[in-house]
T-cell receptor
Framework: DQQVKQNSPSLSVQEGRISILNCDYT??????FLWYKKYPAEGPTFLIS?????DKNEDGRFTVFLNKSAKHLSLHIVPSQPGDSAVYFC??????????FGAGTILRVKS | ETGVTQTPRHLVMGMTNKKSLKCEQH?????MYWYKQSAKKPLELMFV???????ENNSVPSRFSPECPNSSHLFLHLHTLQPEDSALYLC????????????????FGSGTQLSVL
């Protein structure tokens, strides 16, 4: 059973609008969460992370929100740009254990 | 070159072939990883090496054999694979392995797209 789930396989957003990518997890012991972005023919690259002691982390146009009670995190991209079109992977870990990845969400930003 | 380099980018092999995937990292990291990504599935951790020592084998079949001669190079030797082994194989590195990648960003290569016929 998957411990990290990205229930939306794909998302399409208009340029300039907000993109919201969601991720749910089942393991309440997870204490660190990351988002990776992957372009075609390239490996995933680290985007942003958040520790369980926080509920928000912001880096430019990217903000990650963590709701521990709901075991849910989301990535907000504002404003969305065509270059943001990629596959976004959510990942989580419990200290001392390996990263667990979600299956990814394909984001398409239309110009 | 910088970052993590994987060769070949694409590989087609028969079930009786023997081939090897190569990974090299130029980041001075101590930990290296092999991941498998099948279509529409999460990345699956296969192996972890920390300071050249294998620290994690995630119940991977013996037809996959890793080799880590030094902290900069990682190989994945393949033999008698099955069609269901067709996937994208990603190499990654991180500064250290603390039993997991907690607080450790992974740096990935571009992957080898493997097709087993």
């Amino acid at each position: 059973d998957q411990q990290v789930k990205q229930n939306s396989p794909s998302l399409s957003v208009q340029e300039g609008r907000i993109s919201i990518l969601n991720c749910d997890y089942t393991n309440s012991m997870f204490d660190y969460f990351l988002w990776y972005k992957k372009y075609p023919a390239e490996g995933p690259t680290f985007l942003i992370s958040i520790s369980s002691i926080k509920d928000k982390n912001e880096d430019g146009r990217f903000t990650v929100f963590l709701n521990k009670s709901a075991k849910h995190l989301s990535l907000h991209i504002v404003p969305s740009q065509p270059g943001d079109s990629a596959v976004y992977f959510c990942a989580a870990s419990e200290y001392g254990n390996k990263l667990v990845f979600g299956a990814g969400t394909i984001l398409r930003v239309k110009s | 070159e910088t970052g993590v380099t994987q060769t070949p980018r694409h590989l087609v092999m028969g079930m009786t072939n023997k081939k090897s995937l190569k990974c090299e990292q130029h980041l001075g990291h101590n930990a290296m990883y092999w991941y498998k990504q099948s279509a529409k599935k999460p990345l699956e951790l296969m192996f972890v090496y920390n300071f050249k020592e294998q620290t994690e084998n995630n119940s991977v079949p013996s037809r996959f054999s890793p080799e880590c001669p030094n902290s900069s190079h990682l190989f994945l030797h393949l033999h008698t694979l099955q069609p269901e082994d067709s996937a994208l194989y990603l190499c990654a590195s991180s500064q250290d392995w603390n039993g997991g990648a907690t607080n450790e960003k992974l740096f990935f290569g571009s992957g080898t797209q493997l097709s087993v016929l």
